[in-house]
């Protein structure tokens, strides 16, 4: 008998035979319901995403909206027809048309100084008194002289009158008479001296009264009254200045000097404008007056001279002015604000808003420029509607909302779209 069979039939059994248990069966591995739950979570969530496209999708006959979430407010203006200044801007220097140090004529004291600093003064008044009794004896002197030299001539005379009759009949020899002739002629010389000194005399007196040469405003005095004063005194007396009316020097490019000179050639009569440095305010309106009869080969510009009345003195000699020379008047040309003027890619265009207020872009050619207008020599018409503000949220197709300038921005749509709805809510309401 083998092993087995031993063991498996023992000898003796105490009881009777039970067989063991049987071993209990390996636990079953709980379901997979975490599996599940992430499977159905995606699930909800690719169906919800696909509702939220096709929610979201815009319908084809609606406008697609901007990057922007909304039609961007845009402020518009009309293309006008009309007219339009050409100007020409520069930098100008106030000049006086004549300036005028008024010095002494002669030599002597001064007694009286008859102005103020600062002073108005017209043509003709009185500015410095010098003393003159040098010059009155002297013309007293002269005048003593002349009289003297005039008996002596009246003498000369009636005795050249004796010598006359004497030599008709050979009473007295020629040469006695041609003598007489010669003292009579040389008294007539004398005479003629006397009332040359006379006059000198008389002007000098005259020079002792120095009054203003022109109308205008005085400077500071050189001099002050007791002071010695010489003909040659390099200093002089006192500086005027004409004031009204005044000039105004100023230069432009010599590419604008043939229409200045086409026009002042037909008889025109420029206007010129003048404005404070910053240009803020208007000073003054002249007119053009002339201009340099050369070009400045360094700078390539050529010199003006503009003339204004000046009579309430808001110009001053030396003064830094802005100034506008009005050469000539467009008219009947397109005008648009300045501000609808875009530059880019395309060159300069502008933004045209059409009736169904989707915007274009229209290139243009600009003109001149007059303040906060500019000409268009080409590309639009009179009536469209050109973008002044908000042109930088803008391209070509867009669909825009129009405002006019100062009223209240346009409120968001009450029934918004679903990106622009996820755009407020992510921006905080």
């Not at 407010?73 to 004549?98: E, K, M, R």
């Not at 005028?100 to 500015?127: C, H, M, P, W």
């Amino acid at each position: 008998m083998d092993d087995r069979t031993k063991t498996e039939r023992p000898e003796a059994w105490p009881g009777p035979i039970t067989r063991p248990a049987p071993a209990p069966p390996p636990p079953e591995a709980p379901p997979r319901r975490g599996r599940g739950r992430v499977v159905a979570l995606l699930g909800l969530l690719l169906i919800a995403g696909v509702a939220w496209w096709i929610y979201q999708r815009p319908q084809a006959t609606t406008q697609r909206p901007s990057r922007f979430g909304q039609t961007p407010p845009v402020a518009t203006a009309p293309v006008q027809s009309g007219d339009i200044n050409v100007t020409i801007n520069a930098l100008g220097t106030v000049t006086s048309l004549a300036t005028v140090t008024v010095r002494s004529q002669i030599s002597g004291y001064i007694t009286r100084i008859a102005f103020t600093e600062g002073q108005f003064v017209n043509k003709g008044d009185l500015l410095v008194e010098i003393d003159s009794r040098p010059y009155q004896l002297a013309l007293s002197q002269a005048e003593g002289a002349l009289k003297q030299h005039q008996a002596m001539l009246q003498a000369a005379k009636l005795d050249l009158e004796r010598y006359q009759t004497l030599a008709k009949t050979n009473a007295i020899p020629r040469q006695q008479l041609d003598a007489q002739v010669a003292t009579v002629q040389q008294d007539e010389g004398l005479i003629m001296v006397d009332q040359a000194q006379i006059d000198t005399a008389r002007l000098n007196i005259a020079y002792c009264h120095i009054v203003a040469p022109l109308s205008g405003r005085i400077g500071l005095r050189q001099i002050d009254q007791g002071n010695y004063v010489t003909a040659n005194d390099a200093n002089g007396l006192v500086v005027i200045t004409q004031l009204a009316p005044i000039s105004v020097l100023f230069t432009t490019a010599e590419d604008n000097l043939p229409p200045i000179l086409k026009r002042m050639q037909g008889g025109a009569v420029m206007p010129v404008t003048a404005f404070n440095r910053n240009g803020t305010q208007k000073l003054a309106t002249g007119k053009l007056l002339a201009f340099d009869s050369q070009i400045d080969t360094t700078t390539g510009t050529v010199k003006l001279r503009a003339q204004f009345d000046n009579t309430d003195s808001a110009l001053f000699p030396n003064q830094f002015v802005n100034v506008q020379l009005l050469v000539d008047t467009l008219s009947g040309t397109e005008v648009v604000p300045t501000s609808a003027i875009q530059r880019g890619a395309p060159g300069t265009f502008v933004y045209v808003v059409g009736e169904d207020r989707k915007v274009s872009v229209r290139k243009v050619e600009l003109g001149p420029v007059d303040g906060e207008r500019i000409a268009i020599k080409s590309g639009l018409k009179p009536g469209e509607r050109v973008v002044t503000d908000g042109a930088d949220k803008l391209r070509d197709g867009i669909e825009v909302t129009i405002h006019e300038p100062g009223a209240a921005a346009p409120q968001p749509s009450p029934n918004p779209t679903p990106g622009q709805r996820n755009r407020r809510q992510r921006g905080g309401g």
